[in-house]
């Protein structure tokens, strides 16, 4: 059960848009529309973000979008704002059951 | 309002066991599957394991499996995770969060803290 592979950390300043990707394999990003992002912020518990690819939950910004393009998926922010500023992780259904991404710092410059 | 607490971490000895309980409210707990998820000092997040909501149905991560064991009381709005020969790596704070759909996970508790340790 190998997490997804995330980029470790990627910058923006505010107004700005940024894109994380998140890459799996055929037996989970690739063969499931059951992607999710979580943001989480220092000492605080995951919030999702996005479900199911690109669904947003009630109350989360429309600056946050998501997609899939085979074993790859990725969150874009678009708008970036100070409070965005913490660690993303993307989380697939797979083969195994659920798997998490190796996590990525977005730093807000 | 919703409200997963989680309870039962410690510092206990590597072989050692520990129970830990989730205490859930402000949502229809028996229509969801439950989770644990878990965090090591300053690293990712690691899905532990899933129990279907009327409790038939459990998977593991593969580093859990045979060791850690997922239970739910419906009647009590509980979830638990007997953990069994308990190493360092397992060192972590560990979350219960509930889900509707594959992957998505709605509810989170604020976690509990499990060092294992001699």
């Known amino acids: 059960q190998s997490a997804l592979a995330q980029p470790r950390s990627v910058s923006g300043s505010p107004g700005q848009s940024v894109t994380i990707s998140c890459t799996g394999t055929?037996?989970?990003?690739?063969?499931?529309?059951?992607v999710s992002w979580y943001q989480q912020h220092p000492g605080k518990a995951p919030k999702v973000m996005i479900y199911?690819?690109?669904e947003r939950p009630s109350g989360v910004p429309d600056r946050f979008s998501g997609s899939k393009s085979g074993n790859t998926a990725s969150l874009t922010i678009s708008g970036l704002q100070a409070e965005d500023e913490a660690d993303y992780y993307c989380?697939?259904?797979?083969?195994?059951?659920?798997?998490f991404g190796e996590g990525t710092k977005l730093t807000v410059l | 309002e919703v409200q997963l607490l989680e309870s039962g971490g410690d510092l206990v000895q590597p072989g050692g066991s520990l129970r830990l309980s989730c205490a859930a409210s402000g949502f229809p707990f028996s229509s969801y599957s439950m989770n644990w998820v878990r965090q090591a000092p300053g690293k990712g997040l690691e899905w532990v394991s899933v129990i279907s909501g009327g409790g038939e149905i459990t998977y593991y991560a593969d580093s859990v499996r045979g060791r850690f064991t997922i239970s739910r009381d419906n009647s009590e709005n509980t979830l638990s995770l007997q953990m069994n020969s308990l190493r360092a790596e397992d060192t972590a704070v560990y979350y219960c969060?509930?889900?509707?759909?594959?992957?998505?996970?709605?509810?989170w508790g604020q976690g509990t803290l499990v060092t294992v340790s001699s």
């Open positions: 199911d690819v690109s």
């Open positions: 055929s037996s989970d990003v690739g063969a499931y529309n059951h």
């Open positions: 989380c697939s259904y797979g083969r195994t059951y659920n798997v």
């Open positions: 969060a509930a889900h509707y759909s594959h992957a998505r996970f709605d509810y």
